[in-house]
């Protein structure tokens, strides 16, 4: 990969960071409600499902943030090894760090590393699948 090139992602690398930043942590806190109405029990579990969803957009706001970090890490202390699988260590292609700057993983690997999750149905984006 050339100079301009990992500068370009950089860039973008750094653009997303300060967007996730200033979107800050979605509010978790269903009890701060209008006082002219007042919750009642029926709205308990509405709260609650909205409360999970909040808590896991955060999540993963959280490790996307942790990803950024990492391969602006790279970056900077490794230039060189930046774009390399972490697992099977052939390079990533371009296509898809210029969308996922932060992928740490190629397509294939990736899709090995997640397939074991505990939910077992991870959703998937089209642009796991770029090449
Ligand atoms: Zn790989």
Redesign the pocket.
Known sequence: MDKSTREELRTHLVERRSELIREGDLRADPNRVDPSEQADEDEQPLNEMQQAIISRRNKVRSQELAGIDAALRRLKEEPDEYGR?V??D?WIPLGRLKLLPWAQ??V??ESEHSGGSPTGHRRRHARDFID
């Open positions: 699988c697992d099977c052939e993983r190629c294939q690997c």
